[in-house]
């Protein structure tokens, strides 16, 4: 790996990389200060208060539509009446193909949706921090503020774009529409990023003879995994969980994602609430087993850069 | 790390080849091919010709559990025909075809569920006239006012599908033998059952308009029932088609009488709260205190029969049913209903052939059939071709039979007429505001100045 | 398609990306030669391109439709922007959206801060930080039925009980169920939880990663000169995590300005909660309105430019050291 310019005076620049040890050993100081048990109390309750209402709905999934319609899901622990059956018809949903092949459909959106901005935007990211040339400021600028349009107003243009090029009904206009969507915040968090890294790492390489191609793959990517995997996270999220792209772009249902599915659930009239508890928790499955799966790389630290003064 | 380098070359290589790979792999399936059957039942069908491997795709914004009879009522004419039906049911139809169309992405049929959605699809230019075979159906089928509905500047659409009926108030009959009321037959008979029903303190009627987005549009339908007893089915087309302003005397006068109703405290919300609390119920929620006995009245169309939880018996001896709402004489037969539409946006000749089935009384009785064995309500049509022994539920019989009355003055659904700027925004959110405390005046100055500018 | 050509799809897509992507970057890698900002072209050309095509083609012609009437045909200048400004129930949208941008970033901000700092190398961290971040991977209408389990209204009388649990929890107290969404303006606040609730994750993430990376020697240092906890906060945790403080404000403001599904969902616009950004929706795709519609969307871009702003101010100050 790289290595690093450790500094001794506090003012100086900070590591770039710290080393499991040294970040263990920040955290413990740290720790030494706020393991009280005032704070211990307020962060149990924080944890709790944020997460009663989501268990109220993981309680009502399992209660008969008629409980949940005149009795508190809090009842559930005096007067349990459990069914699975919100469970089985939300999966098993006669009528229109089985969720099964929504959750194909949703796999086989987002990944691509992910893969594509990060990758784009990281190169953008990159030659917005490191490369200097006329107009970088305005167009940097430019970027960051494309984020308050609202994707509302590129839904018609976008889809009239694709159904004169002919890809209408397809997986590309999904994958594409994400992509886009996502460039902006994707560029503005990933420039951050870079823009911590030292420039002496830079340098040096530079030094030795490496282009901008070499030094991307040699010193930024390592460097960022981190960052990369954690905006991988929320983009993953955002893509899984959204419905108006997919809605838009997605009118085939051979290729709708889970989240249509699951809004369908509701009924005509909308009152299946019971349904819609229960699809929403085999919709969480995956986000959340995604967020586990690469905690790590939030212990790590997302800004492993370092950061300046 | 120069495996980074010759991965780049492996992936530019490959990428040529997956590029055509990608296409290949895009490109749409075949069909499933079926074989027009020989069967006897099949007879009906010979006029289609045969369609094997053709494919229509229908939208609607009807999903589950209604989407069921509908695709099941398809499967005689895929049988028969060869062709296949594809059906895609999308809560968010409204927005959403609207988007389709205009971007070039329509589907080949679309069920609209209101004329003014309609006359705005027709105007992107994207919508098919229907062919001569629906419109001779229709002529057969319906009168002049539903083809009158699907049709947009003088030509003819979209053939009507399903109806319903919302001059309905819903009551428990145990209740009215117990206490020994009568079912009313005058609005000045429905007045003083309402107070005899509130002496001693008891909220006769209930209510809720919640809807998410779509939040007000039950007080849309009192509003357009009173209009049309009150002031006369004339002047209710001049209100929907803006020839009399939403602020003037007849629709003011309507939306008085709404509130003589909705907004009395002594009436509601029987089992709910008080008058704000219509805001707050959802409008499924509306009408199932009757079923607890803490109301006794819920006017609402005849769908809602779906709404009261399995097991409830919908009839005239049952635990719930539903009345006709009266006219101001006993010989009135006013009454406000809805229905949809079948709009095509192509022409192939399967849509064409499709488009016909749906429009027979064929279709229409299929449809009938399957659907009475849905829980709650099941479907009916204004199709005069409707056999009613075909439907098996007592509310059914009820609404088709007021449709089919020859005495009955129909009108559409108002705010589904009307612009979508009034009918699908300013009426709804108005009469959303009007509950929670804005006065008659302001709502309607307030819907007026949304009208759009012609 | 079936799922094994549909999973046969996906791969060759993202082949056929990486295949792009690669000649990207030896075409960079050749022009070199001729000047570093080639390779910058080269590495902004697809950004730019999608960024072009995507949101800033539609954006400007948003900008262009906003001065013509609801069907987009007749030029009528500065007439929505009057509409805007001058109907009453539009000043309370506008209203409510500077409420919702004011507070939910540095609620969120702050409790996401207060956590990550508590939390810090606890033993049972991950879990602590799940609890927080579930929030925001439940989608948007999950999110808006585990609300409404919240604030149900059910009236208080015999035989009918409170499914909601803040009414179950004033019940309790001895107090009545209030209608917490119906009752202006304290309904927007109550809306103005949810997404609180939801992004407070989000800032949490952030800030706990950056946290984790200050180096110890400067903890260490400020220890000899005997700072206490609250001083190691303002004096050393806070200005070492600000920029990424700043990056977690910018971030959940502009999302906040953006979300309407919160409004539309649960309160449909009514009752006085409306947003600029659920208006924008309902005029555009509802009342297809599209003149109106499109002014209400200029002026989210006009509402995010002090963001915007005082962002380029921070980003120089960085950079300048």
Request: charged share 15%.
């Amino acid at each position: 790996m790289t290595s690093l310019n450790p500094s001794v005076e506090p003012a100086a620049t900070p590591e770039a990389h710290p080393t499991a040890s040294r970040t263990g050993h920040a955290s413990t100081r740290i720790k030494k200060k706020t393991s009280s048990p005032t704070a211990s109390a307020i962060a149990v309750l924080l944890a709790v208060v944020w997460t009663i209402p989501t268990f109220g709905l993981l309680v009502s999934s399992f209660r008969p539509e008629r409980a949940i319609k005149t009795t508190g899901w809090w009842t559930f622990f005096s007067n349990p009446q459990l069914t699975l059956e919100n469970y089985q018809t939300a999966l098993g949903t006669d009528g229109q193909s089985g969720l099964g092949s929504f959750f194909v459909n949703s796999f086989v959106i987002t990944i691509p949706a992910v893969i594509i901005p990060i990758c784009l935007a990281s190169l953008a990211a990159y030659a917005f921090a490191w490369i200097d040339f006329r107009g970088r400021d305005f167009l940097f600028v430019l970027v960051f503020a494309l984020q308050i349009v609202p994707l509302q107003v590129a839904l018609l243009p976008l889809l009239t774009m694709y159904v004169s090029v002919g890809l209408g009904g397809t997986f590309w206009t999904i994958w594409l529409s994400h992509a886009t969507f996502a460039l902006p915040l994707a560029i503005f968090i990933l420039h951050n990023f870079m823009t911590e890294i030292p420039k002496s790492l830079v340098e040096a390489a530079r030094v030795d003879g490496a282009g901008h191609v070499k030094i991307f793959f040699r010193i930024m990517l390592p460097l960022l995994t981190p960052a990369l995997a954690a905006f991988g996270i929320f983009q993953f999220l955002w893509v899984w969980n959204d419905l108006l792209v997919a809605l838009t772009f997605a009118s085939d249902d051979t290729v709708q994602p889970m989240t249509v599915a699951l809004a369908n659930l509701s009924g005509t009239r909308g009152n299946a609430w019971e349904l819609l508890s229960a699809g929403a928790f085999i919709s969480i499955i995956v986000p959340v087993a995604v967020f586990l799966s690469l905690q790590r790389y939030f212990v790590r630290g997302l800004l492993a850069g370092g950061l300046k003064g | 790390m120069s495996s980074i380098r010759s991965r780049r070359i492996l992936a530019a290589v490959s990428g040529g080849l997956g590029f055509a790979l990608v296409l290949t792999a895009c490109s749409s399936s075949t069909p499933t091919k079926s074989t027009a059957s020989g069967s006897a039942d099949c007879a009906a069908y010979k006029i289609y010709g045969d369609l094997s491997g053709k494919s229509v795709s229908v939208y609607t914004g009807i999903v589950t559990p209604e989407d069921k009879p509908y695709m099941d009522s398809y499967k005689p004419f895929e049988t028969c025909t060869g062709a296949k039906i594809k059906y895609v049911g999308d809560k968010a139809f409204e927005t959403q075809i609207l988007v389709r169309a205009k971007a070039g992405n329509p589907p080949d049929i679309a069920i609209v569920p209101q004329p003014g959605l309609l006359q705005q699809l027709v105007a992107t230019g994207a919508a098919k006239e229907a062919p001569a075979a629906v419109a001779t159906n229709v002529d057969k089928f319906w009168g002049a006012d539903w083809k009158a509905y699907g049709s947009a500047g003088g030509k003819f659409y979209a053939a009507p599908s399903g109806a319903s009926v919302k001059s309905m108030v819903w009551y428990s009959p145990k209740e009215f033998k117990d206490k020994g009321y009568k079912v009313p037959t005058t609005l000045a008979e429905l007045k003083t059952l309402s107070d005899t029903m509130a002496t001693g303190g008891k909220k006769p009627w209930c209510a809720g308009i919640a809807s998410g987005e779509a939040t007000g549009w039950p007080v849309t339908d009192w509003m357009e029932d009173m209009m049309l007893r009150l002031s006369g089915p004339d002047a209710y087309d001049q209100w929907v088609t803006h020839k009399i302003a939403f602020n003037s005397a007849g629709p003011t006068a309507a939306l008085d009488a709404v509130g003589g109703y909705l907004k009395n405290d002594k009436y509601v919300n029987g089992g709910l709260g008080n008058v704000k609390s219509i805001a707050s119920t959802t409008f499924q929620d509306g009408g199932l205190p009757i079923l607890d006995g803490t109301c006794s009245l819920h006017r609402q169309a005849s769908f809602y029969a779906s709404n009261f939880p399995k097991g409830t018996k919908v009839a005239a001896d049952g635990d719930v049913f539903a009345f006709y709402l009266p006219g101001v004489e006993a010989t009135d037969r006013p009454v406000l209903g809805g229905g949809e539409f079948n709009l095509a946006f192509a022409d192939r000749p399967e849509v064409k052939a499709f488009q016909t089935y749906l429009s027979t009384d064929t279709w229409a009785n299929n449809k009938a059939k399957i659907s009475s064995d849905v829980t709650g309500g099941g479907w009916i049509t204004a199709n005069k071709g409707l056999d009613v022994a075909n439907l098996v539920n007592p509310i059914d019989k009820l609404s088709a039979s007021i449709l089919q009355d020859p005495k009955t003055v129909f009108r559409f659904d108002g705010s589904d007429m009307m612009p979508a700027a009034v009918g699908s925004d300013a009426f709804w959110k108005q009469s959303t505001a009007w509950i929670t405390g804005q006065s008659t005046k302001d709502t309607v100055d307030k819907i007026e100045a949304a009208w759009p500018k012609p | 398609m079936d799922t094994s050509a549909k999973i046969l799809t996906m791969l060759l897509a993202i082949l056929l990306f990486v295949a792009v992507v690669g000649v990207m970057l030896f075409i960079a890698s050749r022009t070199e030669r001729k000047g570093a900002r080639f390779v910058a072209y080269v590495f902004l050309f697809p950004s730019i391109l999608m960024l072009s095509v995507g949101l800033l083609y539609p954006a400007v012609k948003t900008i262009y439709m906003s001065f013509f009437d609801a069907a987009g045909q007749a030029f009528i200048g500065l007439g929505n922007y009057h509409t805007i400004f001058t109907s009453p129930d539009e000043i309370t949208v506008l209203r409510n959206t500077v409420l919702w941008v004011v507070v939910t970033p540095f609620v969120a901000t702050a409790i996401g801060l207060v956590y990550a700092i508590l939390v810090e190398g606890a033993k049972a961290e991950a879990l602590a930080k799940a609890m927080i971040f579930l929030p925001m991977a439940i989608s948007m209408v999950a999110a808006s039925i585990i609300w409404k389990f919240v604030y149900e209204f059910r009236p208080d009388q015999p035989g009918v009980n409170q499914i909601g649990l803040m009414n179950q929890v004033m019940v309790w107290l001895g107090g009545s169920p209030q209608q917490w969404l119906l009752n202006n303006p304290w309904n927007t606040f109550f809306l103005i939880v949810v997404m609180i609730w939801i992004q407070a994750g989000f800032a949490m993430t952030i800030l706990s990663a950056s946290i984790k990376a200050i180096p110890d020697d400067i903890i260490e240092a400020a220890r000899l000169d005997g700072v206490g906890s609250l001083g190691m906060f303002r004096f050393v945790t806070l200005p070492m995590i600000r920029p990424s403080v700043i990056v977690v404000l910018t971030t959940i403001a502009i999302g906040t300005l953006k979300v309407f599904d919160v409004v539309r969902t649960m309160t449909g616009g009514n009752f006085g909660t409306n947003v600029v950004a659920n208006e924008f929706y309902s005029q555009s795709f509802r009342a297809s309105n599209e003149g109106l519609g499109s002014a209400l969307a200029v002026l989210l871009f006009i509402l995010v430019v002090p963001i915007v702003v005082y962002n380029i101010r921070q980003l120089r100050s960085t950079e300048s050291r």
